[in-house]
């Protein structure tokens, strides 16, 4: 990967926070936009702005080309077997609601299970919590290893006749375990069960195939692949889409409409309700064409080496936790970690006046922080545009806030 070249395209990262170079490791929340997703969106507000669908004037007919254009990129970015299966929401916690809600609380009963792992993002877990007391279903939970990962015989044996929806994340936002989804979703399946999957860490990471993978339902946003915030997008197999009701109604999603009933419109489009993101799924599209231009499995091997580098790194500061798999391997771009004595909080506030960009908090993922025996973590989170020199300030800065605290305590 030519890295300078892949940096001059995000002019974000051209500039000093506190004096210092810019270090962005955040990416986990939201990755930063090049420049031609950021035109396509000024492009789309300067020249052709219009409602889709509708309309058959010049410019709607456009904005309409754009809008479900970038439904067929999704489509083959993700490999769906046809773009109705493809349905554009606001993103990955909506995606996640509009299964839980309209499949969940239509399918499950009382006695049914619903599996999830202690890694889940709030995401991915409060709205099956809410199934689970809607419907009487029991929410169960797989076994997580010391080393943060899933073992295969644990997910067979919380896996049982009467599960119903096994929703797991296929990268953990804080651990940056990459689990086997597709041997999850086979071991679901076996058992009669679908498989719902958090996929807003991977979409952006590594290539994803639906298809192979055989997932029923999978969900990830625009805002973390380079793209706008404001829109995401839910993958459902047809057969199950076409059996669930929409969840919000009003225009855009009907067929017909007479005075005490309605009917829906096809797939994708009854799970569309209102005026859709325009503008953000346009750059999404844009954000799809960046990305395979670079290659997904580029993008991957990049991070390998950056995670590789940064667990060595890191592991050589005394007093560094790092929490999650030390195998670069078995890991996204995410690596977690506390130093000794010092709150979360405050490594970040040290590092922000180095100029480093880095998350602390429970990143919505409090079971886990307990399983973990931890209030909080700090996070790196990285993507193409980092490089090792990155890591390394990282690291430094690291050292001169554990020198300070020291210090100061």
Known sequence: MDM???RSQFPILDQEVNGRPLVYLDSAATSQKPLSVIESVERYYREYNSNVHRGVHTLGTKATDGFEGARDKVRKFINAASREEVIFSRGTTTSLNIVATSYGRA???????????????????????????????????????????????????????????????HVSNVLGTINPIKEIAKIAHAKGAVIVVDGAQAA???????????VDFYAFSSHKMCGPTGIGVLYGKKDLLEQMEPVEFGGEMIDFVNLYDSTWKELPWKFEAGTPSIAQAIGLGAAIDFLEEIGMDNIHQHEYDLVEYALKKLSEIEGVTIFGPLDASKKG?????????????????????????????????????????????????????????????LADGLVKAKEFFSNVF
């Open 4 to 6: 300078k070249n892949i």
């Open 107 to 169: 399918f499950c009963k009382e006695g049914d299970e619903i599996v999830i792992s202690y890694m889940e993002h709030h995401s991915n877990l409060i709205p099956w919590q809410q199934v689970a007391k809607v419907t009487g279903a029991t929410l169960k939970y797989i076994p997580l290893q010391k080393d943060g990962t899933l073992n295969l015989e644990d997910v067979e044996k919380t896996i049982t006749d009467r599960t119903k929806i096994v929703a797991i994340t």
């Open 204 to 214: 952006p990471h590594i290539k994803v195939d639906v298809q192979d993978l055989d």
């Open 333 to 393: 771009g995410v690596v977690t970690f506390n130093i000794d004595g010092v709150h979360p909080h405050d490594v970040s506030t040290a590092l922000d006046m180095e100029g480093i960009a880095i998350r602390a908090g429970h990143h919505c993922a409090q079971p886990l922080m307990k399983v973990l025996n931890q209030t909080a973590t700090a996070r790196a989170s990285f993507y193409l545009y980092n490089t090792k020199e990155d890591i390394d300030a």
